[in-house]
């Protein structure tokens, strides 16, 4: 049991969403000015781990033939055999179970936003073949904790809530351009779209 637990923590790589969630935290206090009550925080750290876990699963089930045909990634759990595309998908279907469920004790605002951000989190999955853009709707992706967490707070939507998000799309989709340079000939030859394969 240990060790299909570390499995599952390796998919998802857990410790990426310990380190983005210092961002949601601070934007949590900014909000507040100092701390909002537990069972809030706790509510929204659920539906930020939850909702990352679901879309790291998505990522690498949708992405499981390029992993196996990538030198870089064939060692991860689904191409090795490891973890099996059934197991992952009972575990994106507690995940998302889990999202709801804390979604559901926040604001009616973050509840009507729910699919959209369901749609980023399992789409941006898809773009990296049909658009270099990918990067940026990576960077809307990860910027969707940060936004939520104010709009967990206040309950509406504000241009503080933009800038924030704005703020963590360009530096999400800055350093994810600088990622995909080490993978320019692989996305080339297997036709995966990103800004360095398009344009060096």
């Given at each position: 049991m240990r060790e299909k637990l570390v499995r599952f923590g390796r998919l998802i790589k857990v410790e990426h969403t310990l380190?983005?969630?210092p961002f949601?935290?601070?934007?949590?206090l900014l909000t507040a000015r100092g701390l909002p009550d537990l069972a809030t925080v706790g509510w929204i750290l659920l539906a930020i781990v939850s909702g990352r876990s679901l879309g790291r699963a998505a990522n690498r089930v949708i992405d499981r033939q390029v992993d196996l045909a990538h030198?870089?990634?064939?060692?991860?759990?689904?191409?090795?055999?490891?973890?099996?595309?059934?197991?992952?998908?009972?575990?994106?279907?507690?995940?998302?179970?889990?999202?709801?469920?804390?979604?559901?004790?926040?604001p009616?605002?973050?509840?009507?936003?729910?699919?959209?951000?369901?749609v980023l989190l399992i789409g941006y999955s898809y773009t990296k073949f049909f658009t270099p853009a990918c990067h940026f709707v990576l960077g809307l992706v990860l910027a969707t904790p940060v936004i939520g967490s104010r709009l967990a707070l206040t309950g509406r939507w504000d241009w503080e809530?933009?800038?924030?998000?704005?703020?963590?799309?360009?530096?999400?989709?800055g350093f994810d351009i600088l990622y995909a340079c080490q993978d320019i000939e692989?996305?080339?030859?297997?036709g995966i779209h990103s800004v360095p394969a398009r344009l060096g």
């Open positions: 380190f983005s969630l949601s935290l601070g934007t949590m030198p870089r990634t064939r060692d991860r759990e689904l191409p090795r055999g490891l973890l099996s595309v059934a197991e992952v998908w009972v575990f994106m279907l507690v995940c998302a179970g889990l999202l709801v469920w804390a979604v559901l004790h926040l009616p605002l973050c509840l009507a936003l729910l699919p959209l951000a369901m809530a933009c800038l924030l998000g704005l703020g963590v799309v360009l530096w999400v989709s692989f996305d080339r030859v297997g």
